[in-house]
């Protein structure tokens, strides 16, 4: 099993920034990819950036240029950047797990809050 921890986050003023990590732990010889989601107030959950098993980064196109998402190569670790945040950006963010087997497995989610 793998074992998912967040931290960072918090509350910065619109144009600042925070970053996120995200720690695994356990089985992590299972990790295919990594990636982050977020779910704001009243809001689904969407996609915001990944990196695949071949170590290729992608972004929701409202995060492009803003966020940097980048991973260790042991697969331990995942890091989230982000600058230029918004208030569109206030939202719980979910580390996600991507095994092999096609298993998701997510963490406790982290706030992030963007005062305007």
């Known amino acids: 099993q793998v074992h998912l921890v967040e931290s960072g986050g918090g509350l910065v003023q619109a144009g600042g920034s925070l970053s996120l990590s995200c720690a695994a732990s356990g089985s992590t010889y299972r990790i295919a990819a990594m990636a982050w989601y977020r779910q704001g107030e009243g809001k689904e959950r969407e996609f915001v950036a990944e990196i695949g098993s071949a170590g290729l980064a992608n972004y929701a196109e409202s995060v492009e240029g803003r966020f940097t998402v980048s991973r260790d190569n042991a697969k331990t670790t995942l890091v989230l950047s982000m600058n230029n945040l918004k208030p569109e950006d206030t939202a719980v963010y979910y580390c996600?797990?991507?095994?092999?087997?096609?298993?998701?497995?997510w963490g406790q989610g982290a706030q992030v809050t963007v005062s305007s």
């Open positions: 996600v797990v991507h095994t092999y087997s096609g298993v998701r497995i």
